[in-house]
């Protein structure tokens, strides 16, 4: 469990910067600064709406350093964003500007080259705005045929322009432009993004930019014409706004944050002027337009005597907004609370969250709800990194003493002022290094401290530099791999002495830019790699030729794929096949936009400015700033970097060899397979000893290792007495090895608890609260059944279940036992680990349709079955509920999928029902004439189901593997001599709940025709849903509940077993309680949950779960089968599940796909 000290970094980040704005808050807090989020968002809807026009649409927030104004803007982005309603630009006062228009284009530019989605990789989309802009224009108002062409036709630079001349007077004489004024070229600079060509792009950011282009670079772009005369901004961003609103009906906001810096200048209330006059200006061209001004108090009463009342009467006109920089103590608790909840999930610790009551204490809000936000973060950040709320009362007594003695302190709304000298007081020794450090850390430092030295705010500096910098991204590819090197030295600088790195430049071809690269890690390990750079276009063939010239060079070492755009999608043409055999060799994709090369040479350029002032090693080398770019991690293998084992809670570092297959070489140092810097301690519990029933294989002696620590059952010698009550097919504790499955041992008689493995067909839930043990338990039990080669596919939520594809954890401790660790080496043996990312396209995603392949063969009612589900869950993606209408728009789906299924031998995907929808069939007209005479539902439902497309492409990507039960279960043709299959499918890259529902019914829909294909009397495989009270919520029916409760009733008879997991047993639907056998109950304490289980089982089987489950430790269970009821202590899995990052699922998802055999000796301990 974490202690306080170690949770201060919880509350380290206080100050919210620039590179914040385009991700999302965790831990942001919605009723903090409620007045200014209604404010915004009553306006937003108003010009959502278009009934803004004539509102005052110029929102002033003002308040205090520390009130936490760039928080909320960053908060207004990220609900805006999500909710697809706007695109924020977001510009600081800092650099000193002479031009604010040009200023203001260059910042929206900027801010439009962000990821569009704030939850970004996490979402499974990196579109950026102005990409995103480019494609709704041409996917609403041109045609399939039009677009194919200016994406992928092969052009020169002249048929390329008369092409782009055609498609932009197409445009602005469409219906949504035909009464617009704007600048056409805008049109015409936003179709050339639709190539996909870096070249291209960074003429277009140039000329999106207001610059002019030289000779060499218009020639390249000849469909814009020149950049010439002032006011030129004006119109770009006029443009822009009006393309914004017409193809996404959005906002297009202004945040321009602080304003205050002006007083860096003589001139500050001029330029304040200024800008507020070219914001005001923006406001009156744009309709769509919001402005949000954030503003110190002081700064702003200031300036405003400055301004004209006509300046005054529109900047107040919607009122200003006063952000209150000294939360009440309900919203400081929310706060602080907010941000131990996200380390408790992040640590995997409930516990944590407790501690806004338990560390706090009460005391704790009163005194300083007073601060500002930024003050309360840092106090609180104080207080745990001292040990200051330590549980000894003598540290609370000093403290109480010294408030007595001294007041030092007194709260007011505004700022802590000191209200005596300190120097006036004697205290001991550590007392005054208490409160020196408290002064330091709100800024209150004695002038008599001699410790005090000034410090470089190198953050505020590289604020301002970012601000003003703008880079010149090259066009040549070999220039860019000059600056890959570039990012590669600095990140050894990151790093200081840690890393050891050897970069050599290739020459393999004029057209492919390539280095090798080679790194050792402070473990000894070696790292070999290769980087292609493949920037050339798709069309002519030019990335094709590029592809094979890889093909021919990557000497079966582990190589990456630098592009700038998007990889090809999974086509049938050259491109996309070369592609595919660079993936299945073993080579990896990396996907790095223009932003990215640009922010690299810009730390370039920030560190050869500082690189010689004082401090300023020290802070590149904290902050990290390439370190954490993807593609640095993934050429220098930072994620491994510094990595630790623990042991049985030691302090134990272990370094350890990776696959040299996946990793490249090793030295010689790093061939063993586990290296303890620290004594071997005893293995074995005093008294513990092997017992004979097997865990994972018949015949080896240490099944019945629970592994949970001392018990005092563990310890006492088995009962002599068997004089039990029989429990048939249920238990089988009698029958031999192979046909039992070891779950643990009774509390009280240290018997051990065995299940018939053919009981699981009849299906099992593990229920238990955070920390109970729950999924340990499940894990436990699918090893064995993986190691009796029976597979398993998880449906894993939160990415913990992805474990089984990292070799990290198939280590075990060094102070396990011996057999344990020979049993995982077994099991590692024995199966075959997929991970799967649907709705990631660079891990190996799963491509999901309608309706499978072959549905046209089935009988008419599995037609009619298959088509019905694929409607509901459509329907729930378009949010139909009960009314006549959407009954009948409900209706028209399932009839137009029943159709088209039946007509189909293919796979039916929803471009196939869209275009269905759209072709006026004769069969579809007469069975929905009652519903849809007029054909208005099909036409209703095309656009909504056109947009769902776009809105969700990540989802219906067809570029992955095909959904086939068979695949993921290893079978038929797709098993491996020998091996089992184990399918791992995270679901977190799809996104919101909607889109996991979506894809987990049509995962559903698969296994029932599974089902239907596969009779079988005997367990043949198991499928495991983690938190499955979302799939089977008690109070809503999603599109998962219905085809989930049918399997449960229909697997039983294909052998197919499912097991229902979930820390939440009060949300789920125990309705089809009927359906599962066996119920493992752990430890519940929620009130609501406890109330469900007993409702459920008290009746039938005695147990009172009120009584008994919220007093069991971790580990203890309660198996309820038929009403028979045992409470046990489970056997630990031999792999602990442990939340995998993102983009290490992304890895090792990439590590299985289509490179099978060299993955699996990821698992070769020898």
Known sequence: MATPDKLAAAFENSITWEEDIWQADPLDVLSVHKNARAKFWKLLKEVAAGNAASQPRILLFHGQSGSGKTHLIRALRTDAHRKCMAYFCYAQMTPDISIYADYFLRRLINSLEKPYNPDGYDAGSTENGLVRISRLMVDALLSKEKISKLRESNLDEEELAILVLNLADDIVSSQNFADKELDINIIRALLYLQRHDPRLDQRIRQYLFGRELNELSISSVRALDANTGNGHAFEIIEALGIIISAVDDAALVFSIDQVEDLRNFEDA????????????????????????????????????????????????????????????????????????????AKRDDPQISTYANNVFGSAFFKEFAGLSTRRLLEHAHFYLDTNHLSSSSETQKNLQAIENKAAVFEVNTNQLRPKYN????????????????????????????????????????????????????????????????????????????????????LNIADDLPAMDIQVKHPSGHIYRTRVYLCNRPTQGGAFKRQLDKVLCTMDEQKCYMLRAFDFPPGRKNQTAQAYRKFRD???????????????????????????????????????????????????????????????????????????????????????????????????????????????????????????????????????????????????????????????????????????????????????????????????????????????????????????????????????????????????????????????????????????PNGVGELPSYEQQLLANLSAVALGDMLHMKKSAMHQKQSGTLSVALRILGSRSSNEVSLSDLIAFLEDEDAELADSTQRMDPSGKIRRDLVAQLDSLRYRNAALFDTCGESLHMDSLLGLGDYAKPGRT???????????DNENILFWVSQ???????????????????????????????????????????????????????????????????????????????????????????KAAFQTESGLDPTSVLPHQTVGQFHLVQEGLVRSMRVQRSLILAEQVPFDRIEQLARDTRGQDQQQLKLFDLQ
């Open 269 to 344: 209330e001029d330029r304040f002027i200024k800008a507020i006059g070219d914001l005001m200006q923006i406001a009156s061209r744009i309709p769509n337009a919001i402005i949000l001004v954030a503003v110190s108090e002081e700064f702003y009463t200031q300036s405003r005597a400055a301004l004209q009342q006509s300046y005054i009467d529109r900047i107040e006109k919607a009122g200003p907004v006063a952000l209150h920089d000294s939360p009440t103590e309900a919203e400081a608790r929310q706060i602080i609370s907010k941000r131990l909840e996200f380390e408790a």
């Open 422 to 505: 300190l120097d006036n007081i004697y205290m001991p020794e550590e007392e005054t290094e208490f409160i020196s450090k408290l002064a330091a850390a709100i800024d209150l430092a004695t002038e008599n401290d001699e410790q005090q030295q000034f410090k470089i705010d190198y953050y505020d500096i590289w604020e301002r530099f970012c601000s003003t910098f703008e880079a010149d991204i090259p066009d040549v590819d070999h220039d860019l791999l000059n600056i890959l090197s570039i990012a590669i030295n600095l990140a050894i600088a990151e790093w200081q002495t840690e890393l050891s790195v050897v970069v050599k430049t």
């Open 585 to 851: 060799a073993g080579g990896r994709p990396i996907l790095v936009p223009s932003p990215e090369w640009a922010r690299i040479m810009m730390i370039h350029e920030f560190h050869t400015y500082h690189r010689d002032d004082p401090g300023f090693y020290e802070w590149f080398a904290k902050e990290k700033m390439l370190s954490g770019m993807a593609l640095v991690i993934h050429v220098l293998r930072l994620d491994l970097l510094g990595q630790t084992m623990p042991c049985n809670n030691k302090d134990q570092v272990l370094s350890f060899a990776l696959d040299a297959e996946r990793l490249g070489e090793t030295t010689e140092n790093a061939n063993k397979q586990l290296i303890s810097q620290t004594p071997n301690s005893q293995s074995l519990m005093p008294g513990m000893m092997p017992g004979e029933n097997t865990a994972t294989s018949s015949g080896t002696p240490w099944a019945d290792w629970l592994g949970w620590g001392n018990a005092s059952s563990l310890n006492s010698p088995p009962a002599d007495n068997d004089d039990e009550i029989p429990i048939s097919i249920l238990l089988n504790e009698n029958d031999d090895n192979v046909n039992s499955i070891f779950v643990g041992r009774e509390l009280h008689a240290n018997k051990p608890v065995t299940l018939n493995k053919g009981v699981m067909k009849r299906h099992s839930a593990v229920l238990g609260g955070s920390g109970s043990g729950k999924t340990t338990l499940a894990l436990s039990l699918i090893e064995q059944f993986l190691a009796n080669g029976i597979p398993a596919v998880l449906i894993d939520r939160k990415g913990d279940l992805c474990s089984y594809a990292n070799p990290d954890v198939w280590r075990g401790d060094m102070d396990e036992p011996p057999e344990r660790t020979l049993e995982r080496e077994r099991l590692g043996e024995a199966i075959d680990v997929a991970v799967y990312t649907p709705g990631r396209a660079s891990g190996r995603p799963i491509s999901i349709t309608l309706l």
């Open 981 to 991: 299959r184990l399918s791992v499918i995270y679901t977190g890259f799809l996104g």
């Open 1003 to 1093: 995962f559903l829909s698969e296994a029932l025709r599974f089902c239907q294909r596969n009779p079988n009397d005997e367990l043949q495989a198991i499928v495991m849903f983690d938190e499955a009270d979302l799939y089977i919520p008690a109070n809503s029916k999603p599109a998962t509940a219905e085809p989930l409760q049918s399997l449960l009733k229909r697997a039983r008879s294909a052998g197919l077993g499912l097991m229902l997991a979930t820390q939440s047993p009060g949300d789920l639907d125990y309705k089809s309680r009927d359906q599962i056998t066996s119920w493992f109950i752990g430890r519940v304490r929620e009130d609501t949950a406890l109330r469900k289980l």
